[in-house]
């Protein structure tokens, strides 16, 4: 059934973009896999276009009947049937067989519009389930890509494809109604066949030069749709970035620019939409005009057409327009159908960006389990770069962390000093050398398992917008509550916690608006240390902070020291003193390596940046 509503669809959208064809049929094996309700909808849909096409035959014996005079045998106008009914008409009398064939013709349509309704319910109930099956896998796609992938895109197009995933849904209504339509069209033709087969193949031709004029009309929706949904993404990247930019936008007094730059692409968006609705609303007129001309050139011409059959014309062309202004309406949907397949597909195309193209990456999965860090870290010769071309940002970097030490990495902006925190997380795989885990390349390792020892701290915290027992609970789902709460006494959280009007369930809102920086990075600090991390990385967690939050922090990493390793990069070399080993990096090589004192004493890189903060902070404090 799946493989006839395929073919019937792209049969119908014959010329549309080969991807589009390649949705139709990621949504109908979707549909596949609730193979019951499809069959449902098939079934009730063939039985309701039965009912119709009945319905249709008994009314053309009802008009028959009463137009045709008693002494014309039925079977002139009606055929075979005629001659079959003809004997109930004499039993019954005229009048009372007409009664009885209007009366079973009300119960068909009234059968066909309750079966109608059934499948209609069906159809719906399919395309909810279809929409939550492809919501659900795109949102599942999207978070198997890789950390690379996903640095490709805003976070506006990412969230976007979810709903496109339901617009993709959308298909299945109207794939639906396509079959249902189809179906009514066929039994319509099946009767206007019976009834005159001469004015049939008259009306096909004449709906067919119709249709063909209809595709200039129908053809530029693709490209509609196409615009409609770029402008859509557009809005929707827009929105979201200055809605995370907000403070950026307020201090620079920008809020006429963002707004300006938000409503141009709703803007775009309103202008294709507008110009959709104007082609699809011209199907309508043109298709009943079509009705009301096929309707006059049959009363005009059905004479002639049935070859001297005069005693019947009158009753033939009566039930030939009947039927037939039942059957134009159906036409009509087809192409308004069509129209609107045409305009959903870019949609539910970008939606399936995700399962169609071949070039995204994926997270890597599998790979050896790994309880924590018994011997060592080191980086082995390891370069990496952005892409294909351009510089390394890593360039044969060397060195090795013994587990339970910490090491600081200092290095001007730009040096690549997180993007070597990257690299130790797998968020990227190096271009040569090899990242090791107690001598085992971290390739090798299964990264699920590897990220569950670590805890991070970077320096843009970002917090759910949630209770503050949530946001501490989101580095270890299973957290007992006084885990949470020894965490957060570890990072000298719990003092300010406890004054919030809330506590533990104070909702501290999205990013953590509300809280100050120095309490955000507490919560981070508690968030990281939940999880009982064998390796904690702190990318610039102190920068923001003020001296006493700057103070608590430093508290904590050195509280943690000697119980895990600990890898800090800061540009305050202040934070850095205690550490076991300091490596410096300038444009991506590793130019000094040592403790503390033993790079005061080399007089380079280190030493240089000492002085220089070490006289600024002197400076500071006079003036305080």
Same mark, same amino acid.
């Given at each position: ?36 309700? /499809?069959?449902? *909808?098939? +079934? !009730? ?8 096409? =009945?319905?249709? $035959?008994?009314? &053309? ?124 069209? /066929?039994?319509? *033709?099946? +009767? !206007? ?8 193949? =008259?009306?096909? $031709?004449?709906? &067919? ?416």
């Amino acid at each position: 059934m799946i493989s006839v509503l395929k073919w019937l669809l792209k049969l119908w959208l014959r010329g549309v973009d080969p991807t589009s064809l390649k949705t139709i049929d990621l949504v109908m094996n979707t549909a596949a896999t609730h193979r019951i309700l /499809v069959t449902l *909808v098939f +079934v !009730l849909n063939i039985i309701t276009a039965l009912f119709e096409g =009945g319905s249709m $035959i008994i009314l &053309a014996m009802a008009v028959a009947t009463i137009v045709e005079p008693e002494s014309v045998s039925l079977g002139t106008s009606l055929g075979v049937v005629g001659e079959f009914v003809e004997q109930f008409r004499g039993t019954m009398g005229r009048e009372s067989f007409f009664m009885v064939l209007i009366a079973i013709g009300i119960g068909g349509q009234l059968m066909r519009s309750g079966l109608q309704y059934l499948g209609s319910a069906a159809s719906a109930y399919l395309g909810v389930r279809v929409k939550g099956d492809l919501q659900r896998k795109t949102i599942h796609k999207i978070f198997s890509l890789s950390y690379s992938e996903i640095g490709k895109y805003s976070t506006g197009g990412l969230s976007a494809y979810v709903g496109q995933a339901g617009q993709a849904a959308g298909l299945i209504g109207q794939m639906s109604g396509l079959l249902t339509n189809i179906l009514m069209t /066929v039994s319509y *033709v099946a +009767v !206007l066949i019976w009834v005159s087969w001469k004015m049939t193949f =008259g009306a096909l $031709i004449l709906v &067919a030069l119709f249709t063909l004029m209809l595709n200039k009309v129908v053809r530029p929706l693709e490209a509609i749709g196409t615009r409609t949904v770029r402008a859509g993404i557009a809005m929707s990247k827009r929105m979201v970035g200055f809605i995370h930019a907000s403070r950026l936008v307020h201090v620079f007094g920008r809020e006429e620019y963002a707004t300006r730059r938000i409503i141009t692409a709703l803007e775009e968006g309103m202008v294709a939409s507008r110009q959709g609705v104007l082609l699809k609303s011209s199907i309508g007129p043109i298709l009943e005009s079509l009705t009301i001309i096929m309707a006059a050139l049959f009363l005009l011409g059905g004479y002639f057409m049935t070859s001297g059959e005069q005693t019947s014309v009158l009753s033939g062309m009566l039930a030939f327009i009947l039927v037939l202004n039942r059957m134009m309406p159906k036409v009509t949907s087809l192409n308004h159908m069509r129209a609107s397949i045409l305009q959903t597909l870019p949609g539910a195309t970008k939606a399936a960006e995700l399962f169609i193209k071949p070039s995204f990456q994926y997270k890597r999965k599998g790979g050896e389990e790994i309880d924590g860090i018994k011997d060592s870290i080191e980086f082995d010769h390891v370069t990496f770069r952005f892409g294909e071309e351009g510089e390394n940002v890593i360039d044969d970097v060397s060195f090795s962390v013994p587990a339970g030490e910490t090491l600081a990495i200092v290095g001007q902006s730009g040096a690549g000093k997180t993007t070597m925190v990257d690299l130790l997380l797998g968020l990227y795989s190096p271009r040569s050398g090899r990242v090791l885990v107690d001598g085992r390349d971290l390739a090798e390792i299964n990264l699920t398992s590897w990220r569950e020892r670590i805890g991070v701290v970077d320096q843009d915290v970002f917090l759910l917008n949630a209770t503050i027992r949530d946001n501490i609970q989101f580095g270890k789902l299973d957290a007992t509550e006084e885990e949470i709460v020894k965490a957060a006494r570890s990072a000298h959280a719990e003092e300010f916690i406890l004054n919030t009007p809330d506590g533990y369930d104070t909702v501290v809102g999205e990013r953590g608006f509300g809280l100050s920086g120095g309490q955000k990075q507490r919560l981070a600090f508690a968030r990281a240390i939940v999880r009982s991390p064998r390796l904690l990385i702190l990318d610039e967690a102190t920068s923001a902070l003020d001296s006493e939050s700057e103070r608590l922090i430093q508290q904590t990493v050195r509280e943690q020291s000697g119980r895990r390793t600990v890898i800090i990069i800061a540009h305050r070399l202040s934070t850095l003193a205690h550490a076991d080993q300091i490596i410096v990096l300038d444009s991506g090589s590793l130019v000094e390596r040592g403790d503390h004192e033993t790079l005061i004493r080399k007089s380079g890189i280190y030493s240089r940046l000492w002085q220089l903060q070490s006289k600024v902070e002197r400076n500071e404090r006079k003036l305080a």
